[in-house]
């Protein structure tokens, strides 16, 4: 019998950390093909948008930050994406490098910023709710008061 083994009593190892698998790293390559021929040229700021929502959700998870921040940079998304159309203003010649055409890919960001920003405020609401209550279930409370 091997030393250590469950059979002989001996300590189990360490739990390591999960491989990549070639259908992770697949998986990545394609996302990532995918998002430049989609987005192009800004394919880094669709990156930035999800990148900068799951930060706010796994930094902030059940405080009341949370939904704030969330919240922010989901109106702050949306006065950036509409500001081409006032292209006079101070903050539409601020942006307009965000809205070059020539380089924005098959779908440009801005048309898809609404989907991304809907996604990034369902996920972050759905993961502050249960935060909450994972905390709320292990002081023995609700999360949520009942609707009357």
């Not at 998002?35 to 800004?42: C, E, M, P, S, T």
């Not at 006032?86 to 942006?95: A, D, I, Q, S």
Request: charged residues 10%; glycine residues 10%.
């Amino acid at each position: 019998e091997a030393a250590g083994g469950a059979a002989g009593g001996g300590k189990t190892p360490p739990a390591a950390a999960p491989a990549v698998t070639m259908s992770a790293v697949y998986h990545l390559v394609v996302g990532l093909v995918l998002l430049v021929v989609y987005h192009g040229f800004y394919a880094p700021v669709v990156l930035l948008l999800a990148g900068l929502g799951y930060v706010i959700a796994t930094t902030f998870q059940g405080t009341h930050l949370s939904p704030v921040l969330t919240w922010g940079l989901a109106l702050g998304t949306i006065v950036v994406k509409e500001s081409y159309r006032l292209p006079n203003t101070k903050l539409g010649r601020l942006t307009a490098p965000l809205f070059v055409s020539n380089f924005g890919g098959m779908y440009p960001w801005k048309f898809a910023a609404n989907f991304i920003i809907l996604r990034i405020v369902s996920f972050n609401m759905d993961y502050y709710w249960a935060c909450r209550e994972a905390a709320a279930a292990a002081k023995g409370k609700e999360a949520r008061p009942e609707p009357p």
